[in-house]
């Protein structure tokens, strides 16, 4: 069965500084890969997807993600945090066709 | 663009009542499914609807039931609400015509209090 595991319920950076969110997966078949973004009162939005036509992907606002199979892992990074980053951020992963998500990141930003 | 919309943003309901959640998206899609999201615990499955009149049981069903009677529409119910589905209920489509990398779109969500 498919799952996600995203290390770190908040993460703090200071702006400018590099944002990092893990995303570990476990998956019996080649995975597709989704991150999302959600912000203060509002739906989520998709920020990427891996579907297996390049292992780095990249997104809107400047993240990227990169799948590593040997690793498990589809790790979601921008070089400069902004403050309008801060939201929360949710790993997902396909299962028949259903999404199965982890359980959040929320991203502070410091000024 | 893609818009999925949910009949109401706040809800406060009490105990028992018969609570009926909204959602229409306006892209044609055949699929749809309805979330719950509470802190730390992420977004859960509750109910998805491949078309028109079908549906399936997600990971928590609970409680809840579902009816997709228009494919622009799909309602959850909760027919005899009590305090633990308090919680914000997302709605999503998506098309499957592409297969599983299609993206899921996702509504405003309607945060509930049950009293």
């Known amino acids: 069965a498919q799952s996600v595991t995203q290390l770190g319920s908040h993460v703090s950076v200071s702006e400018g500084a590099l944002v990092l969110l893990r995303c570990n997966y476990s998956s019996s078949v080649p995975p597709y890969l989704f991150w999302y973004v959600q912000y203060p009162n509002q739906g989520l939005q998709l920020l990427l997807k891996?579907?297996?036509?390049?292992?780095l992907v990249k997104g809107i606002n400047g993240f990227e993600a990169e799948f590593k199979k040997s690793e498990t892992s589809f790790h979601l990074t921008k070089p400069s945090a902004h403050m309008s980053d801060a939201a929360e951020y949710f790993c997902a992963v396909d299962s028949s066709y259903k999404l199965i998500f982890g359980s959040g990141t929320r991203l502070l930003v410091r000024p | 663009d893609v818009k999925v919309t949910q009949s109401s943003r706040y809800l406060v309901k009490r105990t028992g009542e018969k609570v009926f959640l909204e959602c229409v998206q306006d892209?044609?899609?055949?699929?749809m499914f309805w979330y719950r999201q509470d802190p730390g615990l992420g977004l859960r499955l509750i109910y998805f609807s491949y078309d028109v009149k079908m549906k399936e049981k997600g990971d928590i069903p609970e409680g809840y039931s579902v009816s997709r009677e228009k494919k622009e529409r799909f309602s959850l119910i909760l027919e005899s609400a009590s305090t633990n589905q308090t919680s914000m209920y997302l709605c999503?489509?998506?098309?499957?015509?592409?297969?599983?990398?299609?993206?899921?779109?996702f509504g405003p969500g309607t945060r509930l209090l049950v009293l």
């Open positions: 891996y579907t297996s036509a390049a292992t």
């Open positions: 999503a489509s998506r098309s499957p015509r592409t297969g599983p990398q299609e993206t899921q779109y």
């Open positions: 892209m044609d899609h055949e699929n």
